[in-house]
């Protein structure tokens, strides 16, 4: 089986690619055809999130690994992640300018013969020179949580 993903660039301009690609294929793979279908060269250090249906990250799924709780992207295949209920990630590029993508299963396919994956099915918009800037908003929860020193013990 295929699976065919939107991967959409976190900007204020409609830019976008879909991609097939194999279910056995890891998450490494997955960030390799992103990075490589958006123009990027791949030096950079990246991180998937697990994410909900409102796009709010959840546990990160680093390109190298950092211990047994936090195993490399080449470890997970695609096929051990998503289902009817987890279809959706982010991908975070380069940590100094933020490239976010938000990644979604659209669909679920048969291997087409003929056809090499991961396959480039549709692009639109232009990616930007610089990343989007990112606007932090302040949560008073997290800002009361910092200055209870209950919390540090």
Do not use: C
């Not at 300018?97 to 669909?107: A, H, V």
């Amino acid at each position: 089986m295929i699976y065919r993903f939107r991967v959409i660039l976190d900007t204020k301009d409609d830019v976008f690619r879909d991609i097939e690609i194999d279910e056995s294929s890891t998450l490494e793979d997955l960030h390799n055809s992103i990075i490589q279908i958006f123009g990027f060269l791949g030096n950079e250090m990246a991180s998937f999130y697990k994410t909900d249906d409102n796009w709010r990250q959840g546990d990160e799924l680093p390109l190298t690994e950092f211990g047994p709780e936090n195993p490399a992207m080449n470890e997970k295949k695609l096929n051990t992640l998503f289902d009817s209920k987890n279809h959706k990630l982010l991908l975070v590029y380069d940590f100094l300018n933020l490239w976010t993508f938000f990644i979604e299963l659209m669909e679920i396919g048969k291997v087409k013969v003929g056809v090499s994956y991961p396959n480039l099915i549709n692009a639109q918009g232009e990616i930007p020179e610089e990343a989007p800037e990112k606007k932090f908003e302040k949560n008073s929860d997290t800002i009361n949580d910092l200055n209870n020193e209950e919390n540090y013990y």
